[in-house]
């Protein structure tokens, strides 16, 4: 993957007002013949607040370039920022601290865990950090995501896009630096991704918070602060 930066221009990695910075990013797969260089040089810049969508046709790094940024990979070569802390400096234990506090996941096909209700799910992160809850806030949260009569309900008794709402209200219970985004709407009909993309921009715009979207979705050019254009390498 090279990106581009259609609008607004480029901006330069710069760890003062950015969440997430990316540097001369590559990752290469396999060696000799099989190599594969899924990311070929990207660099990025997210401040803090905006709503970043990363596009692209199929195959050309976005879930790579996704899971490197949220250190769940490494890359080949180049660095990760997030929250100004560079991700290649830190063991696996810090790393695994810093995803549990500074970032939050929303995946494609919801993740939520099924024996805990709408509100148990949004209050786990809570609890595997041994923070105090904070009921004022996981309420306000839950009427966010317009489940206040729903959050006694487990997944299977929702739909998709109201475990969507619990896997963002998940996500944001945290405060996270960043939260990443895999294919938010990839599961949802047309009208439930939708209301999962407003809802992730009303969260940067009510929260400022930061997220970082990977999607095929064509509409989601309506809702980003940004988009980068993922290109077959
Ligand atoms: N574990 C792996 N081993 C070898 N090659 C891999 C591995 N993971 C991904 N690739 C290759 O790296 C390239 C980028 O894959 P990636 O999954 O990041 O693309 P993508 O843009 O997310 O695709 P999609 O939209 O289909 O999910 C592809 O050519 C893929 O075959």
Redesign the pocket.
């Known amino acids: ?1 090279n990106t581009t930066h259609p609008s607004p221009p480029p901006t330069l990695p710069d760890n003062s007002g950015n969440a997430v910075t990316a540097t001369e990013l590559t ?1 290469r ?2 060696t000799g013949t ?1 190599t ?1 260089d ?1 990311l070929r040089g990207v660099s990025l810049a997210v401040p803090h607040g905006e709503l970043a969508a990363i596009m ?12 490197i940024l949220a250190g769940l990979d490494r890359p080949t070569s180049g660095e990760v920022t997030i929250g100004g802390r560079a991700l290649a400096g830190l063991d696996d234990r810090d790393l695994t601290l810093l995803r549990r506090t500074q970032v939050g996941f929303v995946f494609q096909f919801f993740n939520l865990l099924p024996m805990l209700t709408a509100e148990g799910n949004i209050m786990l992160p809570l609890k595997l950090a041994g923070k105090r809850q904070d009921p004022d806030w996981v309420n306000e949260l839950i009427g966010k995501v317009g489940l206040s009569d729903r959050r006694d309900h487990l997944p299977s008794q929702l739909s998709g896009g109201q475990q969507q709402r619990v896997a963002i209200a998940r996500a944001l219970v945290m405060r996270p630096t960043v939260i990443f985004a895999d ?1 938010p709407t990839g599961n949802l009909d047309s009208r439930g991704g939708a209301e999962i993309l407003a809802l992730l921009r009303a969260a940067a715009d009510s929260y400022h918070q930061t997220i970082v979207m ?1 999607t ?1 979705e064509p509409r989601v050019s309506t809702v980003a602060d940004r988009t980068l254009s ?1 290109k077959l390498s």
Request: glycine content about 18%.
């Open positions: 993957m990752r797969y396999g099989t594969v899924a692209g046709p199929s195959g050309s790094g976005k879930s790579t370039l996704l899971h294919e990977v095929h993922a």
